[in-house]
């Protein structure tokens, strides 16, 4: 492991001086490879803070383009950036702000027939897409390749965050649920700041995992209530008929 150039030294220093990240800390933030399936409204604050803690490489998995109702919320982007993927706006703009870290854009949607290529290079999983289907698939997919899945997910004011590695797996959370019409943010609206809680609290599980500082939500769920400004977390339960992990 390479040591940290001067450079370095000061874009980190805030990392380094925490007895629980330290020099350490930062190289395997620098070494790591992170995948985030969605680059919107959780994925893209998560985006964010995860290049500027200098994260090694992030690969950026989404389908979709730059539109003029992301902007409420998705603050990666800007005007300028309407129309175009978001994979490649994103590590445009991420590039800007960190370029010791490398951007893989992944412009499709992950589905059951690509995710374990898509998946296997990385070393930590980070969802913030917005369909079941897909959580289900990234769920199933991070169960077998073995690795640490960090799950967000919003509704208009409140959201919900946890951490799988092994079993309990994230089809153990939600069973088989399906996604239903008229559920969408587009159809129900959302508070554009609310992501931008879920966002940081995620990348910061992935932080902490990959450093190993402090208790990740390993097989627990944390729930916000953004309206009433409160927290509470659950213990996560194997489901011992899980066609996952059961």
């Not at 992935?206 to 009433?228: H, N, Q, W, Y």
């Amino acid at each position: 492991m390479a040591s940290l150039n001067d450079s370095q030294l000061e874009r980190y220093a805030r990392h380094i001086v925490l007895h629980d990240i330290g020099g350490a800390g930062q190289k395997k933030l620098l070494d790591a490879k992170v995948a985030l399936v969605g680059a919107g409204g959780i994925g893209a604050p998560a985006a964010l803070y995860l290049a500027a803690a200098g994260v090694g490489t992030l690969g950026l998995i989404d389908d979709d383009t730059v539109s003029l109702s992301n902007l409420q919320r998705q603050v990666l982007y800007g005007t300028g950036d309407l129309g175009d993927p978001k994979t490649e706006a994103a590590a445009a703009a991420l590039g800007r702000l960190n370029p010791d870290c490398r951007f893989e854009a992944h412009t499709l949607r992950l589905n059951a027939d690509n995710a374990a290529h898509l998946l296997a290079n990385y070393d930590i999983v980070l969802d913030g897409s917005d369909s079941f289907k897909t959580r289900l698939c990234v769920g199933d997919t991070c169960f077998a390749l073995n690795k640490p899945l960090v799950s967000a997910a919003v509704g208009q004011f409140d959201g919900q965050l946890a951490v799988f590695e092994g079993a309990p797996c994230y089809r153990c959370l939600v069973g088989d649920i399906i996604d239903e019409p008229g559920r969408s943010c587009a159809d129900q609206g959302i508070v554009g700041a609310l992501t931008g809680v879920l966002g940081s609290w995620a990348a910061l599980e992935v932080i902490k995992v990959i450093t190993g500082a402090g208790e990740p939500l390993r097989s627990k769920l944390m729930l916000f209530d953004g309206l009433g400004g409160q927290t509470r977390t659950v213990k996560l339960r194997r489901d011992p008929n899980c066609p996952t992990c059961g």
